[in-house]
């Protein structure tokens, strides 16, 4: 990938300060001190020849603090607008909220499930790895009963900072209110309701939490989801809600020059996370360097 990147920009390695990379998350438990990402930051490195800056939620995790999410900084300084109120909504695996007041405030955390569940509910019913476009959950009919029984998870309810994963919310977690309260579900209506789930639980945390909103910049994977754009809109009557490529930057490279920020901050000894939003003990230089 690196590589490919580095052709296909004109770019020399040397030219490269260090590559910020965060990795796949597999366990994060920061109520018991841990949080861990699948990744191989010397091997990149060794394999790269540049110096590759990683483990970035550790620290904060350490200070007490939720290791997420990290980004809402980085948000601040490319989508923040004089004189108004924005969010941003990552939509990856899980959904994460950075809420840029006009004010200078800057708050964040996680709203719940994004893409994981329903990527997993169209790969066990459609053999794809994720529903292209929201196609299949739009044909659906969301189950009242089952959405209700979903947003009664305790973590809805919770108030921030917070953060959630795999720990939270994974197919057993799924499974378990399918067989509790929707034996008659058809796997389209399922995913139609894991698709309104999504979209109820940022639309009412984004109120909550920032009541005068007037825009939603829309980043990740999920951005490519119509369907679930179109739910949120609905949801948000009155907030402009659109991908972050009328912003300027592309909704699937949102998350890498987070990262790449998050890396220069490390390289530079300044603090990469925000104290307000994961409830750190303060600011902390995040990340492990492994030098070329």
């Known amino acids: ?24 998350t597999v366990r994060h438990r920061p109520d018991l001190g841990y949080t861990a990402q699948i990744n191989a930051p010397a091997l990149l490195a060794e394999r790269c020849g540049i110096a590759v800056v990683a483990d970035f939620r550790s620290r904060d995790v350490a200070a007490g603090g939720q290791g ?11 989508f923040a607008v004089a004189g108004g109120d924005v969010a941003v909504l990552n939509l990856g695996g899980f959904a994460n909220l950075s809420l840029l ?33 929201g196609a299949w959950a739009a044909g659906g009919a969301v189950r009242a009963d089952l959405l209700a029984q979903f947003l009664a998870d305790p973590y809805f309810s919770r108030a921030a900072p917070k953060s959630t994963g795999r720990d939270d919310f994974h197919p057993a977690w799924l499974e378990r209110h399918l ?11 399922v995913q139609a309701t894991l698709a309104a789930l999504t979209a109820h639980s940022v639309a009412e945390a984004l109120r909550r939490a920032m009541p005068g909103v007037c825009e939603l910049v829309i980043c990740g994977g999920g951005a490519r989801n119509t369907d679930l754009l179109s739910r949120l809109q609905q949801a948000l009557p009155g907030v402009t809600c659109r991908p972050s490529d009328h ?36 600011p902390r230089v995040l990340g492990a360097v492994y030098p070329a």
């Open 68 to 78: 997420a999410p990290l980004v809402p900084a980085f948000h601040r300084a490319v």
């Open 247 to 282: 912003s300027g930057i592309p909704a699937e490279q949102v998350e890498a020059a987070a990262f790449a920020w998050l890396a220069q901050q490390t390289l530079l000894g300044l603090p990469g996370n925000l104290s307000a939003v994961t409830g750190a003990a303060g």
């Open 101 to 133: 007041f006009a004010d200078g405030r800057t708050l964040g955390f996680d709203t719940g499930p994004g893409n994981a569940l329903l990527d997993h509910w169209a790969h066990r019913h459609l053999g794809q790895p994720y529903d292209a476009q």
């Open 1 to 24: 990938v690196v590589a490919t990147l580095l052709r296909d920009s004109g770019v020399s390695a040397a030219s490269v300060r260090a590559i910020g990379a965060h990795g796949q």
């Open 179 to 189: 067989s509790a309260h929707a034996a008659q579900a058809s796997p389209q209506d």
